[in-house]
């Protein structure tokens, strides 16, 4: 008789747990913004911040020093550098568009249409998330040099965001630039 108690309780019990909980799914992510608005919203001026504000300026006047001093500074620098951190993390979310229906390329000429961008997106998503990771990684860098207050880590972070971005642009904005061609090689 114990037997038979022991198999039916193991029988039951996963049932039993599975009906005691309540689970809500997560709603789903629901992008709004457009590739093209992240970048011109928080990706770019977060790197064009977190690149001026370490530098070494010289002039006729002398050389300058640039890089964050106080603690409020230093604040704003780690702002530009979560910012630019999460960013990666929106712009791989599924159902993004790459722009806004109807939209055209700033410069035809060099870039690609926002079509084309989205088609060598879908054609290999998991690139376009290796590229977004390779660029949330380098500005985590910027991050953790800001926590630690250190000007010549974020200057050097900086190379490594350049880089990332560069990357990404060569492969999907514009892939058949010079440029492109000779980082193929």
């Known amino acids: 008789m114990r037997r038979h108690f022991c198999v039916i309780l193991l029988c039951v019990s996963p049932w ?16 709004v913004a457009t590739v093209k608005d992240l970048m011109d919203s ?10 001026d504000s370490v530098a ?11 890089s964050p001093k106080t603690d409020k500074e230093w604040a704003e620098v780690r702002k530009h550098a979560v910012e630019l951190v999460e960013a990666t993390n929106l712009l791989v979310m599924e159902g993004r568009h790459v722009a806004k229906p109807g939209e055209k390329a700033e410069n035809p000429d060099v870039e690609l ?7 060598l997106i879908k054609q290999d998503r998991q690139a376009w998330v290796g590229f977004a990771h390779g660029l949330h990684d380098a500005a985590l860098v910027a991050f953790k040099a800001t926590d630690a207050k ?10 490594g965001i350049d880089t990332a971005c560069e990357n990404c642009h060569l492969r999907y904005w514009y892939p058949t630039s010079k440029q492109a061609a000779e980082a193929k090689k």
């Open 16 to 31: 039993a747990l599975g009906c005691s909980r309540t689970s809500r799914p997560d709603p789903a992510l629901q992008p």
């Open 42 to 51: 928080m990706v770019d001026p977060s790197a064009d911040f977190l690149w």
């Open 56 to 66: 070494t300026i010289v002039s006729v006047a002398g050389t300058e020093e640039r």
């Open 113 to 119: 249409g926002p079509e084309e961008i989205e088609a």
């Open 150 to 159: 250190n000007a010549q880590g974020l200057l050097d972070a900086g190379e």
